[in-house]
């Protein structure tokens, strides 16, 4: 298509029917097989692990990939439009990891304070009642019930 | 000095070899040349302005990622935190409605872009239908986020402190120390525990709903910070349905405008705009479905 005419018509690239449809069986087959892989680990199927994560998320980007490159047309428009998208990506990459970087490692330098707070304040309740217990039933008697007050001036009778 | 707001006097017909034709409203500028009406005068061509409007557009939706991306933010913390919750609360969202409303957003993307290629084409009934199509499928996507809201209404899911745990209570009900466990427990700290166990929060039980199938508290989720999860579900579902909202207005307004013939290939920038927004909201949708309902 010529770039532009005097009429204003301009050279936009035009999506062929082929393309259009080859994206949305491509984007409802990865939907399928996502789902297919969480159903088969719940039932124990396919035991992932630690790596159902990654590879959710890596279905998830590639369909996100398939929408912005064909549907929105980055693969056709030039660099401006899929350098401002690829960097917004950019940036929520710094801010998840930079967070990640404090609320993830907070015990390292300062022990406990990964804890929450209401357990945190149930641990120290836990433990002043056991102390409270302990105190009570390990206190000692007095030595001497009725001190000479002259002799020991600073003797305690109640304990 | 010519008058730039004289219109030509016979309507420009042509047949640029596609095969249809379009009257074009032609202006004479300053310059004494002739242009399209659209043409803004800070613009050089009408394809400079497309790709002036669409960039713009482009990075509007840079900040709409980043919204999404806070909530996103907060999802992940929260999950590194508490991945049992994570794992126990996910099993209360319905894996096949999430994935029907998967295909149905992807599938509102596909007629969106359809609807921009039969305005590209000057075809006014591909341009409306698929417009409608995408209002529809919009529609569907809503309507089923309705029914599964009002399931998780009725058995007492609510964000925060509302939700309703299965004894009936709120978790705003409950005390601080009510589920804390001791660490170490001696046994003959364990009688002396049942002595200094304090007291309950307010409860508000009936008894008789303990057990029911349907009633609220009846999801049989024990954990006390299940509130968390769906503040979290809440918040995120809702604002993205928020967008799903705003979006259906903005294609009915495009697909109302069509009808009175505003968009041809010669000037079609609010469609193409309105579908970039479209996809934007498909794809958050499409990250949010594995974390929220698969994971």
Redesign the interface.
Same mark, same amino acid.
């Given at each position: 298509m010529s770039s532009h005419d005097e009429n204003g018509h301009a050279g936009h690239h035009v999506n062929s029917p082929s393309v259009l449809i080859r994206t949305i069986l491509i984007l409802v087959a990865l939907t399928t097989l996502t789902v297919c892989l969480a159903l088969a680990e719940r039932a124990g199927i396919i035991p992932l692990g630690g790596l159902s994560v990654p590879i959710a998320l890596a279905i998830a980007g590639t369909k996100a990939t398939f929408v912005a490159m064909y549907f929105m047309g980055l693969k056709y428009d030039g660099g401006t439009n899929a350098l401002a998208f690829v960097a917004g990506i950019v940036f929520l990459a710094v801010f998840l990891s930079f967070t990640y970087l404090d609320t993830g490692f907070r015990d390292v330098f300062e022990p406990g304070s990964a804890v929450p707070i209401d357990l945190q304040t149930a641990e120290q309740a836990e433990l002043e009642a056991r102390q409270t217990r302990l105190y009570e039933t390990t206190v000692a008697p007095p030595l001497v019930a009725a001190p000479d007050t002259l002799l020991l001036p600073n003797a305690q009778t109640t304990p | 000095m010519a008058d730039h707001t004289t219109t030509v006097a016979e309507p420009?017909e042509?047949d *640029?070899g596609h095969g249809h034709e379009h009257h074009?409203v032609?202006l004479r500028g300053y310059d004494g040349?002739?242009?399209?009406a659209?043409?803004q005068h800070y613009f050089a061509?009408?394809?400079q302005q /497309?790709?002036a409007s669409?960039?713009g557009m482009?990075?509007f939706?840079?900040?709409e990622?980043?919204l999404f #991306? #806070?909530m /996103?933010?907060a999802y !992940?913390?929260f999950r590194?935190?508490y991945p049992e919750l994570f794992a126990e609360a996910s099993t209360q969202l319905n894996?096949l409605m999430g994935?029907l409303n998967? +295909?149905v957003l992807?599938?509102s993307?596909?007629t969106v !872009?359809?609807a +921009?290629?039969g305005a590209?084409?000057d075809n006014q009934k591909v341009l409306f239908w698929n417009l409608i199509a995408t209002v529809a499928l919009a529609g569907t996507f809503m309507v089923v986020k309705y029914f599964e809201y009002t399931h998780k209404f009725d058995l007492g899911i609510f964000p925060g402190e509302h939700f309703v745990m299965p004894d009936g209570s709120t978790i705003g009900d409950l005390g601080?120390?009510a589920d !804390?466990?001791?660490?170490v427990l001696l046994e003959e *700290?364990a009688a002396?525990?049942v002595e200094?166990t304090?007291a309950q929060g307010e409860q508000t039980v009936a008894d008789e709903h303990v057990g029911e199938a349907h009633g609220p508290g009846s999801h049989g989720l024990t954990n006390r910070r299940s509130g968390i999860f769906f503040s979290i579900y809440y918040v995120m579902t809702g604002i993205h349905g928020l967008h799903v909202l705003i979006g259906m207005i903005a294609i009915s307004i495009l697909a109302w405008q069509s009808r009175r013939g505003k968009y041809s290939?010669?000037?079609y920038t609010p469609v193409e705009n309105v #579908?970039?927004y479209w996809?934007v909201v498909?794809?958050i949708w499409?990250?949010l479905?594995?974390?929220m309902?698969?994971?």
């Open positions: - | 420009h042509h *640029d074009d032609m040349e002739l242009h399209p659209h043409l061509t009408p394809q /497309f790709e669409r960039l482009w990075l939706l840079v900040t990622i980043l #991306g #806070g /996103f933010v !992940a913390i590194a935190w894996t994935a998967t +295909i992807l599938a993307s596909l !872009a359809w +921009i290629r590209q084409r601080p120390l !804390a466990e001791p660490l *700290d002396a525990l200094h304090p290939s010669v000037y #579908g970039l996809h498909d794809i499409i990250f479905f594995p974390l309902y698969l994971i």
